[in-house]
Antibody
């Protein structure tokens, strides 16, 4: 069965960077784009961008351009999302989600990133 | 890209029907038949319940249905059940390989 398993919670100081991983199993990793989304406490979902694991191509939402980097390691079927220059309002749960056509059919369990001095 | 507009909350008694609207523009909802809906229970990851405007994935109850008219999409829950109490989000393709989500709606079962 398809599974996306994300790395554990992180606590970071303002200005630092965080790298969240998303390990895929149960399907061909290179066959589907991977989305990343952010959800601040009590807030809605915000699309951050996607990566094509087949060739590493990326497309970032305007709000995150310049601060986000999405990469992948096909040898271990894992996608990564790194967010730099963290601010307190980056405190959120970050999700990876498999993109099937134009919708996200499988989601990771979420990774809580807390930014605090 | 601005978030799609959803009502903050809707409510209904068990067995009733509720409809959640999702309003965008001709550049997203109105321009493509790629609207999806997600249900999110507290502390859980979102779950896909509708894709491509009105298609239900396997295992999603028939009481969930989707539609679209112009720049607005809708999710209807017919025969509301206690377990339907959750947050619901719409999402639309917005061209140029960009997706945009709605502001989210809390469904309360009275």
């Amino acid at each position: 069965q398809v599974q996306l398993v994300q790395s554990g919670a992180e606590v970071k100081k303002p200005g630092a960077s965080v790298k969240v991983s998303c390990k895929a199993s149960g399907y061909t990793f290179t066959g589907y784009h991977m989305h990343w989304l952010r959800q601040a406490p009590g807030q809605g979902l915000e699309w951050m961008g996607w990566i094509n694991p087949n060739n590493g191509a990326t497309n970032y939402a305007q709000n995150f351009r310049g601060r986000v980097t999405m990469t992948r390691d096909t040898s271990i079927s894992t996608a990564y999302m790194e967010l730099s220059r963290l601010r307190s309002d980056d405190t959120a749960v970050f999700y990876c989600a498999r993109l099937s056509s134009y919708y996200s059919d499988y989601w990771g369990q979420g990774t809580l990133v807390t930014v605090s001095s | 890209q601005s978030a799609l507009t959803q009502p903050r909350s809707v409510s209904g008694s068990p067995g009733q029907s509720v409809t959640i609207s999702c309003t965008g523009t001709s550049s997203d909802v109105g321009g493509y038949n790629f609207v999806s809906w997600y249900q999110q229970h507290p502390g859980k990851a979102p779950k896909l319940i509708i894709h491509d405007v009105n298609k239900r994935p396997s295992g999603v109850p028939e009481r969930f249905s989707g539609s679209k008219t112009g720049n607005s999409a809708s999710l209807t829950i017919s025969g509301l059940q206690a377990e339907d109490e959750a947050d619901f989000y719409c999402c639309s393709y917005a061209g140029n390989y960009v997706s945009v989500f709605g502001t989210g709606t809390k469904v309360t079962v009275l």
